[in-house]
DNA sequence: CTGTTATTGTCCGGTACGGTGACAGTTACT
DNA sequence: AGTAACTGTCACCGTACCGGACAATAACAG
């Protein structure tokens, strides 16, 4: 495994601060995924659902801006999500070209747990680490994130297929 | 049941170690094959021509294995690096059927330029922190990545598109 | 009030990519 | 020799992304 390790002449990729923030980053959300599946919902879905719980009644296209998406994305995912009852498509109350998008109580009873599973994944990748060293890490990742320019909560992959159908054979 | 939810102020994606990852680690993913485009090559093909460097003559198959890919893979990369005229293809000494992949001139030229690449966009991203602190980042990065049991140095999203020259524009 | 323009949400078609199965050439084993 | 195993390649297929176009509705000018 720890192959090409040689030391001197130039920094092995495993050394790069980059290479491993986007190993580190696809693995999660890899097994994040993974993990969420057995509830029926990606990654993407559960992100959405989290700010619907914030943002209820609000139009697509509210949506779509707020989580840096195309409105034509949100279709796709409220379709999903519509399909396993987790969101409902109201008629908006002062324009009827938008809907108003609620969360079900399906959705209600299945945050909670997708809550918990983000938690225990969370503390799974995060197992090498003491408290202390965890909240360090994310304050710097924070510091990290804020400088990139992307917003605060906003995945910029978001667009992308969620790594869906990815069981967890391996 | 259990109202342990309090509406609206759980932990927010971006207050989460995983969430946080995942998304610099697209970030990273992104600007850096933003940044290695003028030079013709994805990250994934700097990837393969840094560990070309240190194992020359190899098959195909043998680098297949090193980087964790599957053999098409790596047929359909080394096609590229072959049209850019940055790999060849020779005839294995021992084995007919094999092929012995060299590095040609061009891309020991373009190697150096490819790094210092590397080098900036890592110094880019870990602008707001200091020198020690990148250092304690690298080591917290690295004892995470060794749990999760990937190869060093092997990323796990070579499959993935990750090419793509996604205009830095948004 | 009428007509024009902008917005919302949806659909459709081209395009590219990843993943799978089969295939020729070569080697290794009996 | 004859057969099995391996390497590298190709062709196929299902799917996801991207663009433009569209109906319905709203907002606004005159």
Redesign the interface.
């Known amino acids: 495994?720890?192959?090409?390790?040689?030391p001197g002449t130039?920094r092995?990729?495993?050394?790069?601060?980059?290479?491993?923030?986007?190993?580190?980053?696809?693995?999660?959300?890899?097994?994040?995924a993974a993990r969420l599946a057995p509830l029926g919902i990606a990654?993407n879905h559960f992100?959405l659902l989290?700010h619907l719980?914030?943002s209820e009644g609000n139009t697509q296209q509210q949506l779509a801006d707020a989580l840096g998406i195309h409105r034509k994305v949100m279709v796709g995912l409220l379709d999903e999500l519509e399909q396993r009852e987790l969101v409902e498509r109201r008629r908006h109350p002062s324009d009827r070209r938008a809907h108003a998008i609620h969360l079900t109580e399906a959705a209600r009873h299945l945050?909670?747990r997708a809550?918990q599973v983000?938690d225990q994944?969370?503390d799974e990748?995060?197992?090498?680490?003491d408290a202390g060293?965890?909240a360090e890490?994310?304050a710097?990742?924070?510091?990290?994130?804020?400088?990139?320019g992307?917003a605060?909560?906003?995945?910029?992959?978001l667009h992308q297929p969620a790594t869906r159908s990815r069981q967890p054979a391996d």
């Open positions: 495994m720890f192959d090409d390790s040689a130039d092995p990729l495993a050394g790069r601060a980059t290479f491993l923030l986007s190993q580190l980053g696809f693995h999660v959300a890899q097994t994040f990654p992100g989290m719980e914030r945050l909670p809550r983000a994944h969370e990748i995060l197992t090498p680490l060293e965890r890490l994310v710097v990742l924070q510091r990290l994130a804020e400088h990139t992307n605060a909560g906003v995945h910029p992959g």
